[in-house]
Each structure stands twice: as C-alpha cells, then as structure tokens.
C-alpha cells in the first residue's frame, strides 16, 4: 500500500498564500497520476487538482482556476499545490491522491471523482480567515 504524506496546510488571511506538498516514503510517485482534494466539514469530499504521469497534463477545479497550481517534481519525488488569493471557502482538510500506474483511465473526467483514486494522505488542515 502507498501511504501519501501531506504537509503546509496551516491558518491564513484572505487573499494570502499557502503551497502544500505530497511525497511517499519508499515509493517513486513519477508513474502516478497525482491529484488534490478537499474536505470541508459537513461537506463532501471535491475534486481541487490533478496532474498526470504520462504527459503532466493539469486540470482544476472551476472554483479554484486561476488561483491554484499543481506542479511535480519527479527528482525529488513531490507533488505540490500552490495556493494564491485564497478565499474564506477554500477552508477544508486538503488531500493527495495517486492514481496507481495499471490503472486504466477510460475517460479524462474520471479524473475528478475520489473513487478513481487508489491511495490517499491523511490530510492537512487549510483555513483562511476573513
């Protein structure tokens, strides 16, 4: 199994910034497609980021383009979540996924539900305050 480990969430005001990181211990992530959700309490779990091992195609959510990038680096076996001009209702628990490599994806949108992912982090807590 391939335990995912999140850090950088932390408390911040509006319109500041965060970067979040994923890594895996004794894992190569380079041939996962890697993806960013979040938890808000009460809520369900919604799709933030994806970047895919094959060509690091990225794709976001509508609610976050324009102000989130997600970004890899196979060298030091990291994913990232850049978060800019953060917003009050972007407070929830973020969590990395990862697609395992013998996964076929048969369509690009089943990159945006929770289920296509097969590993996941134990989250890192982001809150933004007004």
């Known amino acids: 199994q391939v335990q995912l480990v999140e850090s950088g969430g932390g408390l911040v005001r509006a319109g500041g910034s965060l970067r979040l990181s994923c890594t895996a211990s004794?894992?190569?992530?380079?041939?996962?497609?890697m993806g960013w959700f979040r938890q808000a309490p009460g809520k369900e779990r919604e799709f933030v980021a994806r970047i895919t091992w094959s060509d690091g195609s990225t794709d976001f959510s509508d609610s976050v383009k324009g102000r989130f990038t997600i970004s890899r680096d196979n060298v030091e076996n990291m994913v990232y979540l850049q978060m800019y001009s953060l917003k009050p209702e972007d407070t929830a628990v973020y969590y990395c996924?990862?697609?395992?490599?013998?996964?076929?994806?048969?369509?690009?949108?089943?990159?945006?539900?929770?289920?296509?992912?097969?590993?996941w982090g134990q989250g890192t807590q982001v809150t933004v305050s007004p």
């Open positions: 004794g894992r190569t992530l380079s041939m996962y497609t």
């Open positions: 996924a990862a697609v395992k490599p013998s996964k076929r994806i048969d369509f690009s949108g089943a990159y945006y539900a929770a289920t296509t992912y097969d590993y």
